[in-house]
């Protein structure tokens, strides 16, 4: 499985329109087919730029599934709002590839 992270740092003068169009625009990147999940987290770090910070993280099944993501829907799904907030946040985008996942044992009795 692969993770999408993108990490936005976003001006507080927009913050709270921002994160409501954020929640639009995540159910619209799962309804490609593309992802199985997304989780929205704040980043709890102070900038020195200031705003506040997010990470997104969406989780596909195979590098297809991302390789499909990005030849036929990100473009009009990134333009469609950051075009509105670009001049107010800064966006980076990684890949991650799960190696494993780990989970607690649970104690028999």
């Avoid at 001006?11 to 329109?17: G, I, Q, R």
């Avoid at 997010?54 to 990100?74: C, G, I, K, P």
């Amino acid at each position: 499985m692969y993770i999408y992270n993108v990490t936005i740092n976003i001006d507080e003068t927009v913050h709270l329109e921002w994160l409501s169009w954020m929640e639009t625009h995540i159910v619209d990147v799962l309804n490609t087919g593309k992802f199985l999940s997304a989780k929205l987290t704040q980043v709890l770090v102070d900038e020195e730029m200031g705003g506040k910070t997010y990470s997104v993280q969406y989780t596909a099944n195979s590098r297809e599934d991302l390789d499909d993501y990005y030849q036929f829907e990100a473009a009009k799904l990134q333009s469609d709002g950051f075009k509105k907030f670009a001049d107010k946040m800064v966006a980076f985008r990684t890949e991650l590839k799960i190696v494993n996942e780990f989970f607690p044992t649970v104690a028999s009795n």
